[in-house]
């Protein structure tokens, strides 16, 4: 390829990225342990890390089409470096928060959108194809080993020397990364503020009214936020449904507003004829399916194993590893397919790989796991990812000229996160209504428990169950004065809802994975050939990718 020193960079930086999250859901318990909160508020703190980095992607993209990429790569590295201690010091919620969900997501809005470009920038033809397969791999090889890593150093030091070693490395990466060629910056592009301020509203909007939507209730108003003394819940509907549509209306003038630019010759912080394109269409849609299913497992998964079942971080990534390998495996295998399938045929395959690797998680998670098809279905499920994972970069990078690889990168890295955020945000909502729904109707049919005790469950746990274990459960009802006989009987009912109401939220995953195959339609039909020779490189327009037909 040349020069391989720009893309083992690129590859260390991109497996920082994506190692982040993981390695976060994986220690969940021990980190809300750690900090004094609990299982809801880290889901919180996992869904505003990837909002962060949804609402701000698109500047960022901006920001390094104006200072440069390799400059934005570089402040980036600084800024990710600072929130990742800023974390590992945190003694609370809030500080985690402030050096995870938001420092570091800023620093990520500038170095993911410059990993794409910069790598367009660096490679061409055949060469281009490689290096994003290779990212696309890096890419699966960190969500695979971000369990591992995360099991093993929390389970026998502290999760918190896996954000010092992320400070390290991008350190030792900022002082190397000058030797990354790039292009200049334009220092004449003026970054249109309403557009920011509109598109960071809309999805903050958004991604909060759903994750709210588990308290406060997406419709019928559950335990809504009390102002001056009084439930908030105008003309009866729960503030979700209003910030919801709020956040549509605002994402909509966005739009507007980003087509008025282009319309006017000034330049919008998303280009959105970019979107008319169906290659690119289709493999930002997917792109989100994708990291929607793989952070909704990711979010459950860890849940189920370390509440439910009771496993340390370390048993946890012992589970998540077959999912790690097939990931790594069929990342390779799909960069190698490539050059002999096309992207279409490969989406494909992988959507349905992934969707089958769900039902087997699905049909193996009960009150004893089924360990052979728990396993088996991970291992189809990183398959499936694997699959994606080699492809998608590259069909969205070749989509578009290289004048637009930084757009793209950042568009790339919105629909991930906001596919990302939407999984953990949606999924740990919807798992925790039916909680809450299915445990107080199992306490109210129950025949054993007392009528005294009944009622007071179902008033307590109607305004939302929490996540618990069923000793912790038993325990916190028995230091509440209750008959001992009682506690384990209701611990034991919350249990069974628990378990069921997982199975239910991964069932939920399945069918939208299944749907996602809907989005594979734009995808290029044609295999990918090796860049035409120098003389006649105008003809062949740079697109390695093929055009779909």
């Known amino acids: 390829m040349g020069n391989w020193f720009a893309l083992i960079l690129l590859s260390v930086s991109q497996f920082i ?32 890390y990837a909002l962060t980095m949804a609402a701000f992607m698109l500047t960022g993209g901006k920001l390094g089409d104006r200072w440069g990429r390799s400059l934005a790569f570089r402040v980036g590295s600084v800024i990710y470096g600072i929130g990742s201690l800023t974390t590992a010091l945190s003694p609370n919620l809030t500080v985690l928060m402030i050096g995870w969900s938001l420092v570091e997501g800023l620093g990520a809005v500038l170095v993911i959108p410059a990993i794409a470009a910069l790598a367009a920038i660096n490679y061409e033809g055949r060469a281009r194809v490689v290096a994003f397969a290779v990212l696309g791999a890096v890419t699966g090889g960190a969500a695979a080993a971000g369990p591992l890593i995360g099991g093993l150093v929390t389970t026998y030091s502290s999760w918190r020397y896996v954000f010092v070693a992320e400070a390290i490395v991008m350190t030792l990466v900022l002082i190397v990364s000058g030797r990354i060629k790039d292009v200049p910056g334009d220092r004449t592009l003026r970054i249109d503020l309403l557009s920011v301020v509109l598109s960071a509203l809309g999805l903050a909007l958004l991604v909060y009214g759903i994750l709210q939507s588990k308290t406060w209730g997406w419709f019928e108003p559950l335990d809504p936020p009390v102002i001056n003394g009084e439930p908030f819940a105008p003309l009866g509907i729960s503030p979700v449904a209003y910030m919801i549509l709020l956040s549509i209306v605002v994402l909509w003038l966005f739009v507007k507003r980003q087509q008025q630019l282009e319309r006017t010759g000034r330049v919008p912080l998303l280009k959105v004829s970019l979107l008319r394109n169906p290659a690119l269409r289709s493999g930002l849609t997917m792109f989100m399916a994708q990291y929607f299913a793989i952070a909704a497992l990711f979010f459950v998964i860890p849940v189920y194993l370390q509440t439910i079942l009771g496993f340390d971080a ?8 077959p999912l790690s390998l097939g ?25 349905l790989t992934l969707g089958f690797g769900v039902l087997l998680v699905f049909v193996a998670v009960q009150p004893e796991l089924a360990d052979w098809l728990f396993a088996t279905g991970m291992f189809v499920v990183g398959a499936g990812f694997g699959l ?19 757009e793209v990168g950042g568009l790339q890295g919105t629909f991930q996160n906001l596919g ?20 107080t109707a199992a306490v109210q049919q129950s025949t ?20 618990i274990s069923e000793q912790q459960a038993e325990d916190l009802l028995t230091d509440a004065g209750a008959d001992p006989d009682a506690a384990a009987e209701v611990a034991r009912l919350y249990a069974d809802t628990q378990v069921e109401s997982l199975r239910q939220s991964l069932f939920f995953v399945f069918a939208l994975t299944v749907l996602g195959l809907l989005l594979s339609t734009g995808l290029p039909s044609r295999i990918p050939v090796p860049a035409a020779p120098k003389a006649a490189a105008p003809a062949a327009g740079g697109d390695p990718q093929g055009t779909p037909s």
């Open 17 to 48: 990225m994506v190692l982040d999250s993981t390695v976060m859901n994986v220690s969940i318990s021990t980190v809300a342990a750690d900090l004094g909160t609990d299982i809801s508020g880290m889901q919180a703190a996992i869904t505003f």
């Open 314 to 321: 370390l048993q946890t990534g012992l589970k998540i590893l």
């Open 388 to 406: 994606l994972a080699s492809q998608l970069g590259n069909v969205n990078m070749s989509a578009v000229e290289q004048s637009d690889t930084s």
């Open 420 to 439: 990302s955020s939407f999984g953990t945000a949606i999924v740990g909502s919807v798992f925790i209504l039916l909680l809450t729904s299915g445990f």
């Open 327 to 351: 990931l790594i495996l069929f990342s390779v295998l799909g960069s190698r397919l490539s050059t002999v399938r096309s992207a279409r045929n490969l989406g494909r395959i992988g959507q």
């Open 448 to 467: 054993t428990l007392p009528d005294d005790v009944r009622e007071q469950v179902v008033a307590s746990a109607s305004k939302g169950a929490p996540i």
